[in-house]
């Protein structure tokens, strides 16, 4: 069959799909209307560049923002507990003496308390499935709030390594509700043209929790008393309660309360998150998610996790759980243990904390750079090309570890991690967080989000054992020599990526669907014509 009979095929396909999707909405609505609109609205998101959605959506881009904040608070603990164990005070308190003299924890507790919070992030991921999708975003959100600030009493009297890894599990908890909740809420409540810009900022959010994390302790590497662990544990304190009355404030997602048969709430939250602006009817937007959900139950048999892995959606969620694993199987927890790497190479506590701090500096710089790359590139481009320098990378750091143990190669391997987590977090990072809230349906967004994160916090589990081994120096102490490990997964990640990962910009979630539906092949997604606009996007800027 050639190209232009096969692309042929999958227009004649989506129209007998549209057809159908569109007499469902006759006999909700007794007329054509709610089609019409959805189909004109698909046209101006098509026309509306970046700049034009900003203005019609700045109430949205607001409320996103807000609700993402509380993944600063992962990427906080995340560090924390990483960088804790170079910090003296830490180890003196929770550690035991080591071969060379010094403190530390043994690689067992270390994977311990990396992996209680992995754990406690599955099992808040699988409750989030299942909650958020009955009582709402801002209610389980709130909830979750709530129930941190409870847990961070935990960590903060924590009187032993015990008692720390029970309060990293149950911290963990909230914290998965945050990975997916606030992603999926960022995708549901703006237009095409802001879509990949509002998802990968939850990566910026992590990188600022990280960074945050770094400045803390380094001002606090000096002191010798149990303050210099308590306090950055407090600090936790500070934004659930803002962010608690924000998302108390903010409209629901119009796409769950569709979900719901609550189209008036849904076009009065519409209204809540645009600005009156002529030419704009929040019922015509409404009718394009009426029309979409629609569209998704003529071909979906339900909304359990078992349909994640029926018919199409199959193909969706394999490649949802394939970008985010490639997170973890790039060699990205590494970077947590850059301050390991130049406290090796000679420099002192304070000192090395410093470089963290520029590791995690770079890392904003690198995301904001990605909304740059994906205006012009695409997700695709920029995944597929960001798995390739990463190998490149890794494979790096690996050579150059194979001379002498020296100062010199701890700085080397430590400066070289500062360019891995430039290009990470200018590429896989947050490309990962705008893939994966794209490529699933609508119906099944929440759900395949939770399952895709589980898989890559499942692989952190594994990731969070191995990697003390490797660079503690009574266990593996493979130390550089870990690239060569991460570099070959990277490699498969990179394979897997380039036959796989269908490029999604610019196209809206029913347009989406079609070309799923139509088992569009993955080379065929940026040209492919699915009927739902009379022009196709060429190079209008959308995002």
Known sequence: MTEKSAMAEHVEKHDSIASEAEGHVHSDHSDLKTSTEAHATIEKEHNMGPWQALKLYPKAVGWSLLLSCAIIMEGYDVVLIGSFFGFPAFNEKYGQQMSDGSYGLAASWQA??????????????????????????????MACLAATVGFIF????????????????????????????TVTYASEVCPVALRAYL???????????????????????????????????????????????GVYLAPESPWWLVRKDRRED???????????????????????IVYTNALEKRVETGTSYLDCFKGTDLR????ACCVWAAQSLCGSGLMGYSTVFYQRAGLAVSQSFTMSLVQYAIGVVGTIGS????????RRTLYVGGLMLLSVVLLVIGFVSIAPSTSAISWATGSMLLVYTFVYDSTVGPVCFSLVSEIPSSRLRIKSVVLARNVYNVLNLVTGIIIPYMLNVDAWNWRGKSGFFWGALCITCLVWSFFRLPEPKGRSYAELDILFENKVRTREFPSAKTGLVQEELKGNGSV
């Open 371 to 378: 909304w740059v790359l994906m205006t012009y590139f695409g």
């Open 266 to 288: 849904a076009v009065k939250a519409v209204r809540r998150l645009t600005r009156d602006t002529p030419g704009f009817n929040a019922e015509e937007t409404v009718s394009m």
């Open 316 to 319: 969706r969620t394999e490649i």
């Open 154 to 181: 935990i960590l903060f009297f924590a009187p032993n390594v015990q008692t720390l890894v029970v309060g990293e599990l149950l911290m963990g908890i909230p914290l998965g509700v945050y990975q997916t909740l």
């Open 199 to 245: 998802t990968t900022y939850v990566n910026l959010c992590w990188v600022f929790g990280q960074l945050i994390a770094s400045g803390v302790l380094k001002g606090l590497a000096e002191r010798s008393d149990q303050w210099a662990y308590r306090i950055p544990f407090a600090i936790q304190w500070v934004w659930p309660i803002p962010i608690f009355i």
């Open 112 to 141: 311990g308390l990396t992996n209680a919070m992995s754990c406690g992030q599955i099992i808040g991921l699988f409750i989030n499935g299942l909650v958020s999708e009955r009582f709402g975003y801002r209610r389980t959100l």
